[in-house]
């Protein structure tokens, strides 16, 4: 039996660039992971495969070949014919579903770790990335887990080496949001260019100051469909030592990034107290 993390991954700037002509949307984002926040998937010997889903949202989430985490075993099944042995996989759910923070696509790419490494494939790094971007565009980035720069539709991954660690706390108000109403209200129409690139990464800690000047060009377009996402951000950008409050991919997840661990812990027990009906975690971004 072995157990891995699928951290949140975090959004902290997404730049909506275009529209190819297959009606997929160009972005470019850059992301770190969550040290601290995220859920955990444990595989062990079966004598067929399935899927047990506990935790705080393990509610209404579905066990049968439906979910990303035995889409993620089929895959490879596929890939790896007679290779893949049965196994029950437990998947811990701590983080909101449907939130903004690649929760079901991290733990998909957990699976295709743990099953990778649970029956000693052999399967390039790259041919893992061209699995997981089948199963969805944030898989690839998932897959990676580490500080780096996402663009087109996830699947050119730079890594963002001198990223510096970042202390900051999450906030979901446990409403959910549609990402395809978000596209759409884009109105973007297939082949069209958007917005502006994130430009050029300064290096170490100069990176707040630029984050600041990018966007979430899904932002407002989440907020319009969940004026709570507003209220968030409000409360967020309210609390002391506050650099940055914005939402994270396509919400309702928001995030707050403070300069020390003292800051991000006195917001977050802040925000705890003041809005016991929403999702609040501390974190460290790596």
Request: proline letters at 5%.
């Amino acid at each position: 039996m072995s157990s891995l993390f699928a951290a949140a991954k975090i959004n902290l700037a997404l730049h909506v660039t275009g529209r190819r002509a297959d009606g997929y949307h160009l972005l470019d984002s850059a992301v770190m992971f969550a040290a601290d926040a995220g859920d955990v998937l444990t595989i062990a010997p079966a004598d067929e495969t399935a899927l047990t889903i506990t935790g705080p949202f393990s509610e209404g989430l579905e066990t049968d070949s439906s979910n990303l985490v035995l889409k993620a075993v089929a895959a490879l099944a596929a890939e790896c014919p007679g290779k893949v042995r049965a196994c029950h996989i437990t998947l811990e759910k701590n983080l909101p579903v449907a939130s903004g923070i690649g929760g079901g696509s991290a733990d998909a790419a957990a699976a295709l770790k743990a099953v990778t490494g649970f029956n000693d494939l052999d399967i390039a790094p790259e041919r893992l990335a061209e699995i997981a971007l089948k199963l969805g565009a944030d898989v690839p980035v998932c897959l990676r887990a580490a500080a780096c720069r996402m663009r087109g539709v996830g699947e050119d991954i730079e890594a963002w080496i001198d990223a510096p660690p970042l202390h900051a706390v999450l906030v979901n108000p446990l409403v959910g949001v549609s990402t395809a109403a978000i596209f759409k209200a884009l109105a973007l129409a297939p082949g069209e260019s958007g917005g502006s690139d994130m430009g050029v990464i300064p290096a170490g800690p100069a990176c707040l100051d630029w984050l600041g000047a990018c966007r979430n060009d899904l932002q407002p377009a989440a907020s319009a469909l969940q004026p709570v996402i507003g209220e968030v951000l409000e409360a967020l950008a309210a609390t002391q030592g506050c650099r940055l409050a914005r939402m994270s991919g396509s919400g309702a997840t928001c995030f707050a990034l403070y300069e020390d661990v003292a800051s991000a812990a006195t917001a977050a027990s802040a925000l705890k107290a003041a809005h016991p009906g929403w999702w609040v975690a501390q974190t460290r971004l790596v």
